[in-house]
């Protein structure tokens, strides 16, 4: 079966730095690009950041120039690195697999459940 793993969630402070991880298995990995998204308590669940299969990568704007996407493909595994955190960040992280690069989360057909990244004042 598809399975997606997040992992590398926690409480920062602000201007800290996190790095997320997503190891996948059950697929092709190299096959798919990757997407990570995020959904604080009571609201909608946005886009965050996109790679596909070879590497090419797109940030949401609340993210450029803090936020870096990138994969290995020879360890199935999808990163989030995350710089200058502020508290707008705090949120569940999810990271799902779609056919192509998306900032659409209908486009993705597994996601995983997801870790909490929680940066205080």
């Known amino acids: 079966q598809v399975q997606l793993v997040e992992s590398g969630g926690g409480l920062v402070q602000t201007g800290g730095s996190l790095r997320l991880s997503c190891a996948a298995s059950?697929?092709?990995?190299?096959?798919?690009?990757m997407g990570w998204f995020r959904q604080a308590p009571g609201k909608e669940r946005d886009f965050v950041a996109a790679i596909n299969w070879s590497g090419s990568a797109t940030n949401a704007d609340s993210v450029k120039g803090r936020f870096t996407i990138s994969r290995d493909n020879a360890k199935n595994t999808v990163y989030l690195q995350m710089n200058s955190l502020k508290p707008e960040d705090t949120a569940v992280y999810y990271c799902?697999?779609?056919?192509?690069?998306?900032?659409?989360?209908?486009?993705?057909?597994?996601w995983g459940q997801g870790t909490q990244v929680t940066v205080s004042s």
């Open positions: 799902a697999r779609s056919r192509y690069r998306s900032s659409t989360p209908g486009s993705y057909d597994y």
């Open positions: 059950g697929y092709t990995f190299s096959s798919y690009a």
